[in-house]
């Protein structure tokens, strides 16, 4: 790694501060990612501020009658909360479907946001990516594609975004509560909240520099089945082929989040329209623009599969 300085922030408005007036800092928690990066000089800060001690891991009531989840929770703690296990139960299984034991207690709901691709041209610093070296090219393009994305994707960058976890607050509708450099507060809805690539493969999310996510924000539950289902290659410590989140209400009416296929998690509300008539409309409709290639274009088929065998499952 190359040298870096650090600090420990005292309040989540002056961490923000601190990473606006330092080009090139980060936020770093648990880091189960970010170290990763820095490692393989992927990432190269020349400055860390220590979010640990801002006291933002806890679990909340919210004030319109769902949860606030602390930035800093782990993903074993949030993926336990008696409260997200019986009101959220798509997020705990989503939780407990990503990485292993030992990352899932150091890892934290922020961090698992802002967690970057694992397209291997991304981690090979000798083939070019504009997500680590904007307009350097994309190597995947000419490349081995099976695990990357079918749709969302630009000629600028075909990467698939990597969390479980975000694939369920997409579902669910979550917000992301966060403090800027002035002080100020916002909430981005999860829809918007990671970018597609476009142009700028390398701006991932809705945040502005210096930004610092204070929380993650459910609404009220919406009941019905919640099911989440992890297709991979093998059945533990691996990432997404395709992964499918659903909330299916007793009218068969529901919602539906794709993961392992896109830059993002994959959601459209209007193929949702389509989901009392089977997972081939709802298919159908979801990956009317995918753009796969020949290494990935069984994912669209995995997509179809896998959101039946979750709609038996919601169904009994």
């Known amino acids: 790694m190359i040298p870096f300085t650090f600090e420990r922030a005292s309040s989540p408005a002056e961490a923000a501060a601190a ?56 993903n074993t703690d949030l993926a336990a909360d008696a409260r997200v296990r019986r009101d959220y139960p798509l997020l ?102 990671h970018r597609l690539p476009g142009n700028t493969p390398h701006i991932e999310t809705a945040l502005a520099p210096g930004e610092l996510i204070t929380a993650v924000l459910l609404p009220k539950p919406l009941g019905g089945r919640q099911v989440y289902r992890k297709v991979r290659d093998r059945a533990s410590y691996a990432f997404a082929l395709v992964s499918v989140g659903a909330v299916i209400l007793p009218d068969g009416t529901g919602r539906v989040a794709v993961g392992g296929i896109a830059p993002r998690p994959w959601r459209d509300e209007k193929a949702e329209e389509a989901l009392p008539k089977g997972a081939r409309a709802v298919t159908e409709r979801l990956l009317a623009d995918a753009r796969p290639t020949r290494d990935n274009a069984f994912k669209v088929v995995l997509v179809e599969r896998t959101l039946g065998a979750v709609l038996n499952e919601a169904r009994g």
Not at 31 to 41: F, I, S
Not at 42 to 58: R, S, W, Y
């Open 19 to 74: 990473a606006a007036r330092t080009p090139g800092a980060k936020f770093i928690a648990g880091g189960t990612n970010l170290l990763d990066l820095m490692k393989l000089e992927i990432e190269t800060p020349n400055h860390l501020i220590d979010v640990n001690g801002l006291a933002l891991d806890t679990i909340e009531p919210a004030a319109e009658g769902g949860l606030r989840i602390g930035a800093l929770v782990s």
């Open 92 to 193: 705990s299984r989503a939780l407990l479907a990503g990485a292993s034991g030992q990352l899932r207690n150091k890892a934290t709901t922020a961090g698992n946001l802002l967690q970057r691709t694992r397209c291997p041209y991304f981690y090979d610093t000798d083939q070019p990516c504009n997500k680590r070296k904007p307009g350097s090219g994309c190597a995947a393009m000419d490349g081995i594609t099976r695990q990357l994305a079918v749709i969302g994707t630009s000629d600028a960058c075909i990467a698939s975004h990597p969390s479980d976890m975000a694939v369920a607050m997409r579902a669910l509708d979550a917000q992301v509560e966060t403090v800027g450099p002035d002080g100020t507060t916002r909430r981005i809805p999860m829809a918007d909240f």
